[in-house]
């Protein structure tokens, strides 16, 4: 059964940074994405940033340069690095795992698939 854990959220002032991480298991290295999205208050979920299985990291236009994913891949933890956070960065961050054929740019595009495997979420608060 596959389970995904975030931790590292928090509230922050515009500016500053926060690194979450995901704990991963009940699946190994053969997952095809791993990602992080997240809610914004009264909006849809969105993609933030995913690995593929080849490795390369795919960002959301609104994160790039900030926001550095990367994948310990003794144990398929997930992290995020997050830089110059601003307030419309603010919301639930949620990690995730998508075990079928997946292309990263994709996944992230359509907020994830049906068969997409959800972490509960960790909250980021940004203030200006």
């Known amino acids: 059964q596959v389970q995904l854990a975030e931790a590292g959220g928090g509230s922050v002032q515009a500016g500053g940074s926060?690194?979450?991480?995901?704990a991963a298991s009940g699946y190994t290295g053969s997952s095809y994405c791993v990602g992080w999205f997240r809610r914004v208050s009264g909006t849809q979920r969105e993609g933030v940033a995913a690995i593929g299985v080849n490795g390369i990291p795919t960002y959301a236009d609104s994160v790039k340069?900030?926001?550095?994913?990367?994948?310990?891949?003794?144990?398929?933890?997930?992290?995020?690095?997050?830089?110059?956070?601003q307030p419309e960065d603010s919301g639930m961050y949620y990690c995730a795992a998508e075990l079928t054929t997946c292309r990263p740019e994709r996944?992230?595009?359509w907020s994830g698939f049906q068969?997409?495997?959800w972490g509960r979420g960790t909250q980021v608060t940004v203030s200006s």
């Open 18 to 22: 926060l690194r979450l991480s995901c």
């Open 65 to 85: 340069g900030r926001f550095t994913i990367s994948r310990d891949a003794a144990n398929d933890d997930l992290y995020l690095q997050m830089t110059n956070l």
């Open 107 to 109: 996944w992230l595009l």
């Open 115 to 117: 068969t997409t495997h």
